[in-house]
């Protein structure tokens, strides 16, 4: 028999019978889709982990100050720490070879105003560097400079949310806002950055867009701290040449700040790149789960075939009787069966797919859940169905083709 009429008479064989070809592609599209659709989502994680750290910069050692209670941080002052501060910054730049940048910064918690309108802010006091280091980039206007730094000036650079918030369709740049009892000139807005929605290490989870960045300088003349006892700066963003010598650098780093704060550990460490490299481990483990998880739809749907072909076997036995009684050849009985069996994976792979890829989109759409559909994914899906049809429909095709022409003819 030639292989187009194979696949002809098991065309014919689906379309005969389509309810029950139907059922029998289920598992298999219910496989290939949940395959997809994992993966996507897994792999949705993982970029939003990238992006996450990326923010952070994976060539940076933060260095930030741990949150104490009021009587922890009595208890470390007692203990002769004065907290983070600018001169463990200019230590680190002297002492620390192989550093490119350093950025300090401090924060405080304070009510934005613009005309009638007001929002909850953090309001962070940065340095010129801050906006290198840290891969922010401008929509609008310019970030805080040495101009600004140097001369104290009181300007404020806009997350993108707040000033959506604040000016809404009013042109933000040159307008004058109000922090506390301090009035500041805008004169840059950040482009919108990603939700940072998780904790890492010592550094609290908060949407990046609402924040409001001004000098440091500035921020240390004019604004007030909460506690007496609170740290000059509340983190140090430190820049590293080469990403390969991050550990050493850090071992060294908290060496230093640990003298400089007799031995209390009133701060944490927190290395991006190594978190992001564990997060990648951990995401791979996550997408092998979810992989075989969704696997195994495919391996109930192989059994689904199976059985179905064994009956349509048995259903066929004159059919087959009288095919090998005008000349097929077992190979032409085994072939025909097997791509009826591959005809049904092919067909259910395909709807497989569009379901899974679809599935993907209305996840990302309607939920909070990010979700990236990769080539691979969709490929590996599919050509896991083909082996799954080849597999599972080798089994009622070899009996097919085992059975005995007279016996077949005969039977009822």
Known sequence: ????????????????????????????????????????????????????????????????????????????????????????????????????????????????????????????????????????????????????????????????????????????????????????????????????????????????????????????DRFSRGNALDSEIQQLTIQVENSEHLMETSTLVNEIVKRHHFNNEDYGIVIPLELLKQEEKERQIYNFLLGAIAAISLLVGGIGIMNIMLATVMERTREIGIRRAIGARKRDIMTQFVTEAVVISIAGGIIGVVAGVSLSLLVSVFTDVSTYIRLYSIVIAFAFSVVVGVVFGYLPAKNAANLKPVDSIRYE
């Open 1 to 220: 028999m030639e292989y187009s009429e194979n696949i002809k008479v098991a065309w014919q064989g689906l379309t005969d019978h389509k309810f029950r070809s139907f059922l029998t592609m289920l598992g298999i599209i219910f496989g290939v889709a949940s395959v997809i659709a994992m993966l996507s989502i897994g792999e949705g994680a993982k970029r939003e982990a990238i992006a996450k750290y990326q923010d952070l910069g994976v060539n940076n050692i933060i260095v930030r100050e741990k949150d104490m209670t009021d009587e922890e941080l009595e208890e470390v002052r007692t203990k002769f720490s004065p907290g983070l501060s600018l001169h463990d910054a200019e230590v680190i730049r002297e002492i620390v070879p192989g550093v490119s940048r350093i950025a300090a910064q401090a924060e405080i918690n304070a009510d934005v105003k613009y005309t009638n309108r007001s929002v909850k802010s953090s309001v962070i006091g940065v340095t010129p560097e801050f906006y290198d280091i840290l891969n922010y980039k401008i929509s609008e206007g310019e970030f805080i400079g040495d101009v600004h730094y140097d001369g104290k000036q009181k300007v404020c650079v806009l997350g993108a949310g707040i000033a959506f918030t604040l000016f809404q369709k009013e042109e933000p740049i040159g307008k004058m806002i109000k922090i506390e009892d301090q009035w500041l000139e805008v004169v840059g807005v950040l482009e919108s950055k990603a939700l940072f929605t998780e904790t890492v290490g010592e550094l609290a989870a908060r949407d990046l867009n609402t924040d409001v960045y001004v000098p440091l300088s500035m921020f240390l």
